[in-house]
């Protein structure tokens, strides 16, 4: 079992930026890939962003592409999103999620963090 601690949200202006980052323990050896999701009130959980952790490959939704960066510490086993030119429709809770390796979907999930972007 991985186990997954997220921080970094808060309220910030559109316009503006914020890191998050996660720290993962537990199980780490089978992580394969760490990811960010998030969900909107009323909306279904989102793919944000996700890293492949043997390559660093990185991947995007095309909605924070160019905006929002995922990044890892490979000694600490933490990654970091950092979110620039935030606007309001960032507004969402944002999870850290880890994937074991032989697995198709993401199985150790944090708890969430808030990210409020005002106009």
């Known amino acids: 079992q991985v186990q997954l601690v997220e921080s970094g949200g808060g309220l910030v202006q559109a316009g503006g930026s914020l890191r998050l980052s996660c720290a993962a323990s537990?199980?780490?050896?089978?992580?394969?890939?760490m990811g960010w999701f998030r969900q909107a009130p009323g909306k279904e959980r989102e793919p944000v962003a996700r890293?492949?952790?043997?390559?660093?490959?990185?991947f995007y939704a095309d909605s924070v592409k160019d905006r929002f960066t995922i990044s890892r510490e490979n000694g600490k086993i933490m990654v970091h999103l950092q979110m620039n030119s935030l606007k309001p429709e960032d507004t969402a809770v944002y999870y850290c999620?880890?994937?074991?390796?032989?697995?198709?979907?993401?199985?150790?999930w944090g708890q969430g963090t808030q990210v409020t972007v005002s106009s």
């Open positions: 890293i492949l952790w043997s390559s660093g490959n990185t």
């Open positions: 999620a880890a994937r074991s390796i032989g697995t198709l979907e993401y199985d150790s």
């Open positions: 537990g199980r780490t050896f089978s992580i394969n890939s």
